[in-house]
């Protein structure tokens, strides 16, 4: 049974930073490209960076670059997303999801249709 699970969210004021993690299980990790997306109310849910298994490769929606770091430690089985510089347009729900995509391609896109497996997601709230 494939697990994702999210944790790291929380309260932060305007300037702030988080590190969010998403430990998964019942997949073949290390071999899986990874990415997060995040959902605030109302918006639709907007892909924020994704990385190759290794780790070699990222990418990123313009809306986070520079601010937000993706890495993964592929002995712990957990995804990483460092979050800087958080603005009240951050806040949202966020999720990690693991991709469809094979482990020969490169990360450089971010469509929810590429992923299946998804975690329950992590709150992120961010005071001006």
């Known amino acids: 049974q494939v697990q994702l699970v999210e944790s790291g969210g929380g309260l932060v004021q305007a300037g702030g930073s988080l590190r969010l993690s998403c430990t998964a299980s019942?997949?073949?990790?290390?071999?899986?490209?990874m990415g997060w997306f995040r959902r605030a109310p109302g918006k639709e849910r907007e892909g924020i960076s994704c990385?190759?298994?290794?780790?070699?490769?990222?990418f990123y929606a313009d809306s986070v670059k520079g601010r937000f770091t993706i890495s993964r430690d592929n002995t712990k089985n957990t995804l990483y997303l460092q979050v800087n510089s958080l603005n009240p347009e951050d806040a949202a729900m966020y999720y990690c999801?693991?991709?469809?995509?094979?482990?020969?391609?490169?990360?450089?896109?971010?469509?929810?249709?590429?992923?299946?497996?998804w975690g329950q997601g992590t709150q992120v709230t961010v005071s001006a």
């Open positions: 990385i190759s298994w290794s780790g070699g490769n990222t």
């Open positions: 019942g997949l073949t990790f290390n071999r899986d490209h």
């Open positions: 999801a693991r991709t469809t995509l094979s482990s020969g391609s490169r990360c450089s896109q971010l469509l929810p249709a590429d992923y299946d497996y």
